[in-house]
């Protein structure tokens, strides 16, 4: 290309204008012959590094079109899927609520009487822990009464032999007495 550059300046005739003898063919013969080279050598370089740059960019251009492609009818494909699955969760809405409430009914009965049966035998422990320390109460009052009774038994014979045997001693005296 430099070389091209470098001829052309040597070969152009300056000289050939400034004189103004007419029309100068020797200087428009050597400007088509450095127009045509140029152009050649142009018509060279795109043939050479253009036209194959241009098929690889257009290669490029083409396999990216395909994957595009191939990526939208994807997207397509998952937006027609994802549409029939929103649908289907439409249609199906009111019956998911509906089996939700149902199933929340069955667990909220199933807690109530869960909570019944606890309460009732709570209710139940109590009551027979009630009798068990009524039984128990009566039991130690019955004791308590039996050792008091007992006591005051002892006691009472304690006194009452005494005044017996008191009795008995002033009985026999006397007897005895008598019998002198």
Known sequence: MRLLIIASLLFSST????????IPVGFVIKQVVHFSAFAVILGWLVVKKVVPMIAAKKEEFLTL????????????????????????????KTQTIDQARTEAEAIKNKILKEAQEASAK?????????QYEVDKAKTELRQSLLEESISAAEEALKKKN?????????????KIQVVQ
């Open 15 to 22: 000289t050939a204008l400034a004189a103004g003898d007419g």
């Open 122 to 130: 709570m209710i139940s422990d109590a009551m027979n822990t009630v």
């Open 162 to 174: 005494a005044n017996e045997m008191a009795n008995l001693d002033k009985h026999f005296v006397e």
């Open 65 to 92: 079109m395909k994957k595009a492609e191939a990526s939208k009818a994807e997207a397509e494909k998952l937006r027609s899927e994802f549409r029939q699955k929103l649908d289907e969760l439409e249609n199906t």
